[in-house]
């Protein structure tokens, strides 16, 4: 058995294309999709990452604005930008590049974002109308991985699916998700973390196993059974005297060993990455339609 590879770009390629079309139907009725960025000092892989989500605002035809503030901004100079995106009326969301330099605002300047400009679908009502399967912006990244196995053909209904990680931006919204009665879920999920004795116990199980832990290769071949498919969520830097930039890029899972032996899985980078950015355009254009509902 050689595992087939879910290409998170192909099908992120068709999303925006999707996207980009919807996008200027609406433009058509008066209404362009708008993304506020803020970026709080300067942060090299935060910088990278808000040049992509603009490189894909321009791509898809969404209006871009980037706030920049240096590391020293206070706490009310990042709520006085939050408090202008809120009430700018050609901007339909609004994105806080984390982490800010200093974490201990972080709670405080995402909840001040209103719940429907939210489209990172962090604040607290986003997160529990997501918890009782109301309409609301669904998180990045597991929205992604949900729309990733779906269009690869491949169903969540029925399946036990392990979860291993519990963050609050990936592990535990996806193990909700995967469990609504919807058409991306209707699961049967397990959770897994860091206090959960024997993890390959519950993956050995699994028919599906989404690895968000956040460290090189910890979920290996003989933790999975044959067949089963793997969502690899992390991407680390591995050091790597051979590569010219020092290091090497790994996931959460060890790939190669596990090629023979599952039916499916996602590359890193190249496989839930370009799904997070591809549903924040997905969520801005949803914001901006809802304004001529």
């Known amino acids: 058995m050689t595992a087939k590879i879910?290409?998170?770009k192909a099908v992120a390629a068709e999303m925006r294309a999707?996207?980009?079309t919807k996008t200027a139907e609406l433009t058509e009725k008066g209404v362009r999709p708008g993304l506020g960025v803020?970026?709080?000092?300067d942060d090299p892989a935060s910088r990278s990452y808000v040049t992509a989500k603009e490189k894909a605002c321009e791509e898809a035809g969404i209006l871009s604005r980037e706030i920049r503030l240096p590391a020293s901004a206070s706490k009310a100079e990042i709520l006085a930008e939050v408090d202008q995106l809120n009430h700018a009326s050609d901007i339909h969301g609004i994105l806080?590049?984390?982490?800010?330099?200093?974490?201990s605002i972080e709670e405080e300047v995402l909840n001040t974002i209103?719940?429907?400009k939210d489209v990172d679908g962090f604040h607290p009502v986003s997160v529990g109308k997501m918890m009782l399967g109301l309409p609301t912006f669904l998180p990045c990244t597991p929205h992604g991985i949900l729309h990733l196995l779906k269009r690869s053909g491949i169903e969540c209904k029925g399946k036990h699916v392990v979860v291993v990680g519990r963050s609050n931006i990936?592990?535990?919204p996806l193990a909700n998700l995967l469990s609504l009665k919807t058409d991306l879920g209707n699961a049967t999920v397990t959770l897994c973390h860091t206090g959960t004795p024997d993890i390959g116990r519950f993956t050995r199980e699994a028919d599906i196993v989404i690895a968000a832990v956040g460290r090189p290769e910890v979920i290996t071949a003989d933790m999975v059974r044959e067949g089963a498919v793997i969502v690899d969520v992390g991407v680390n830097r591995v050091e790597d005297a051979s590569k010219k930039r020092g290091y090497r890029l790994a996931g959460d899972c060890d790939f190669d060993p596990m090629l023979e032996k599952v039916s499916a899985i996602t590359p890193v980078p190249g496989g839930v990455g370009p799904m997070?950015?591809?549903m924040l355009l997905y969520n801005t254009l949803e914001s901006a339609a809802r304004t001529l509902a």
Do not use: C, F, S, Y
């Open 18 to 20: 999707e996207i980009k």
């Open 96 to 103: 806080v590049q984390l982490p800010l330099p200093d974490a």
């Open 114 to 116: 209103l719940p429907e």
């Open 38 to 41: 803020i970026l709080v000092g």
């Open 276 to 278: 997070t950015i591809t």
């Open 6 to 8: 879910l290409d998170g």
């Open 170 to 172: 990936v592990g535990r």
